[in-house]
């Protein structure tokens, strides 16, 4: 055997018991996000479907993780056709200009997956509604089962912040984005 290709094995099995984990580039369609907003005195609840996602991510270490989430804004429901119209309008979110809103992530606590628990971390980065963008800090929560990730987060923002403005609209608005990451 050639002396040179003598460490190979042992490099190969150094690599396996070390169970050295690769990072993948994940995808979610068909996710959903919600959210909570108030018009004057009136609470206002409503969905948005089709959200996506891509992110490299490794498993077993979570603050590799780097990303984008998009949440199609122009599919905005409320319950109500004139508020929906309202709302996706050039004085609210804009949608003819500005049908989504992401999120790149920049930087996610450390930690890893492992199958069947649920793990609690934050992830940072920078949101752009209606063309505007700011850094937001969220909780994430994250679970491992059969090779997939389900994602699902809760944060508020002030959408005055991004030139958002709804007649009667609250300084605050909670959502809640969930979607599922498989490996590509």
Do not use: C, W
């Not at 890893?112 to 992830?123: D, R, S, Y």
């Not at 752009?128 to 090779?147: E, F, Q």
């Amino acid at each position: 055997m050639n002396k040179y290709l003598l460490p190979l094995p042992a490099l190969v099995l150094a690599t396996t018991l070390s169970g050295a984990a690769q990072a993948a580039t994940y995808r979610a369609a068909d996710g959903t996000a919600t959210f909570n907003y108030r018009v004057t005195v009136v609470p206002v609840t409503g969905t948005m479907t089709g959200v996506t996602a891509n992110v490299t991510l490794d498993p077993q270490d979570l603050a590799a993780t780097k990303g984008t989430v998009t949440v199609p804004v122009s599919t905005l429901k409320t319950g109500i056709t004139l508020r929906d119209n309202h709302a996706k309008g050039a004085g609210a979110l804009g949608t003819a200009q500005f049908p989504n809103a992401t999120f790149e992530l920049t930087s996610l606590t450390g930690g890893k997956l492992t199958e069947g628990q649920t793990v609690a971390t934050t992830a940072t980065g920078k949101l752009t509604v209606k063309g505007t963008t700011k850094t937001i800090t969220a909780p994430i929560k994250a679970t491992l089962s059969g090779g997939k990730v389900n994602v699902s987060t809760q944060f508020k923002f002030n959408p005055y912040d991004f030139n958002v403005r709804y007649q009667g609209g609250a300084d605050s608005v909670t959502v809640d984005v969930t979607f599922v990451l498989a490996a590509n």
